[in-house]
């Protein structure tokens, strides 16, 4: 049976604003002059021709357009500021208010460290549900991200197949970023109205939320467009990600480059706005610094950690949703760069109250999947989980009775109120804190524990399967889109 708890970041004692909102509006003002004066390429006929219906400037031969100021503030305004994130389960459901911060695993990488030889391999379908199987049983993650390609599935239908695995195998929310047409997406919207009961029904509860990359410097990518068109229509929530880098798909400055970032994003938001006014939106963002020797996407560094809490002011003005890219570490291995990069970046994206947080798993900049890594990065999760309560003070935790009960030269673990409070204190799974001759006799660590129970969860872990039937219609909208 499915794990029901998860672990969420609420009611946070610890925030930070990493700009004022006099930076904000500079940011905002220098975005509307890009999309102004500079453009925005949507190679899409659907969206040229919203675009024009609605006064903007379209060019139909470099596909750009050119949008006043006004017209993206006034879509803008549309967006519904607070909406649900539906699971298969309904105590599962999430709640997207800017009180929440959830933590999803991340997407879609081509390699898997394999669970049991430990060997680096290309992904497949089963790892797709192997992985949904393992988060499904762990609280930490709160909803899906397809966190693998499925490379031995059909190409046409391989976002398909995966969504389905991830269904198959965990009650929790899906959002999936490997569906980049309007055929699929088309396919994607039937399953999950088959799931949630009818298409009314997926729109007050949605089970599945689609985002979509942008293609840096300042363009989108025409299919992805489409798709998401589809989905604002269905109600599904829709979100666009900037992966903007420092250096090459973006300015060496960092407020530069959000200002690309954000001009990418709100533009495509914008437009969902014109085509289905009250659209559920999201702003999803994972900008970060090119390698200064190799030109390398970094996937960490101080310049990923200001960005995080940056993109969350902005989503902020805008009062919609963002997810975030946290724990998508540059490392190879679980390792002290991989903890450092996981830890600095979450800690920045949860103080802002990012509402989802992606990254959970992933090694080499997104690119390969470590279940140690996974379990290692939900431990950061709830320490982090953990320092965001702060610290409550009152009668019962000053504890004066308890301390004049012990008086001067005495010890509190016979006391009522520590057994009433032990457990308010962190018990950490994969943190060493052994004695030193116990460590030397085994000479094992946080990896070594973190792979063992992924394991176990793999091994004895069963989740809810979906309906009979809703699995057969599932296969039979698969199979049209193959055999389209």
């Known amino acids: ?48 021709d919203i675009w024009e219906e609605n006064g903007a400037q379209v060019s139909r031969e470099s596909k750009i357009v050119w949008v006043k100021p006004s017209i993206i503030e006034e879509a803008l305004r549309k967006a519904p500021a607070r909406y649900p994130l539906a699971a298969r389960d309904p105590a599962q459901d999430l709640k997207l208010d800017g009180n929440h911060v959830h933590l999803g695993t991340d997407g879609c990488g081509v390699e898997v460290i394999d669970i049991n030889t430990k060997e680096k391999r290309t992904s497949c379908l089963q790892d797709v549900r192997d992985i949904a199987r393992v988060a499904d049983a762990t609280e930490e993650v709160a909803f899906h991200w397809v966190p693998v390609s499925a490379q031995d599935a059909p190409t046409q239908a391989r976002g398909l197949h995966e969504v389905k695995a991830v269904w198959e195998n965990s009650t929790k929310h899906v959002q999936t970023e490997s569906i980049y047409n309007a055929k699929e997406a088309g396919a994607a919207i039937e399953m999950a109205a088959i799931l949630s009961g009818g298409r009314e029904a997926l729109r007050k509860r949605p089970v599945l939320s689609l985002m979509q990359c942008t293609a840096p410097p300042l363009a989108h990518d025409g299919g992805s467009i489409d798709a998401a068109l589809l989905a604002a229509e269905a109600g599904i929530p829709t979100g666009f990600m900037t ?56 996937g960490g560094g101080p310049e990923d950690f200001l960005f995080g809490a940056a993109t969350n002011n902005l989503s902020d003005f805008y009062n919609i949703p963002l997810s975030m890219g946290s724990f998508a570490t540059g490392a190879k291995e679980p390792n002290w760069q991989a903890g450092l990069e996981g830890s600095l970046s979450t800690f920045m994206a949860s103080l802002v109250m990012s509402d989802m947080l992606l990254g959970c798993g992933f090694l080499h900049g997104s690119r390969i999947w470590s279940y140690a890594e996974m379990m290692l990065d939900c431990e950061i999760f709830s320490i982090i989980e953990k320092m965001m309560r702060g610290i409550e003070v009152n009668e019962e935790t000053l504890a004066l009775e308890t301390i004049a009960s012990v008086g001067p030269g005495g010890h509190f673990l016979a006391q009522k109120h520590t057994r ?57 909208i698969i199979a049209s889109v193959e055999n389209a």
Not at 18 to 38: F, G, N, P, Y
Not at 433 to 443: A, F, S, V
């Open 1 to 48: 049976m499915s794990n029901k708890n998860i672990k969420t970041i609420r009611d946070p004692k610890l925030k930070l604003d990493i700009l004022s909102r006099e930076e904000v509006r500079k940011i905002h003002d220098a975005t509307l002059q890009i999309i102004e004066r500079v453009g925005i390429k949507f190679p899409s006929e659907r969206a040229l």
């Open 243 to 298: 992966m903007a880098a420092c250096l090459t798909t973006g300015p060496a400055t960092m407020a530069g480059n959000l200002a690309v970032g954000n001009a990418e994003v709100i533009s495509a938001t914008a437009l969902l706005q014109l085509a289905h006014p009250g659209a559920p939106v999201f702003y999803a963002a994972a900008q970060t610094a090119s390698d200064l020797r190799t030109g390398a996407y970094t």
């Open 420 to 476: 009433r409070h032990m457990h308010d204190l962190f018990l950490p799974q994969f943190l060493d804190r052994r004695p030193y001759g116990e460590w030397e006799r085994n000479k094992d660590d946080a990896r070594d524990w973190a792979l063992a129970k992924a394991r176990r969860i793999l091994n004895e872990h069963q989740p809810d399967p979906l309906d009979e039937k809703v699995d057969r219609e599932m296969n039979r």
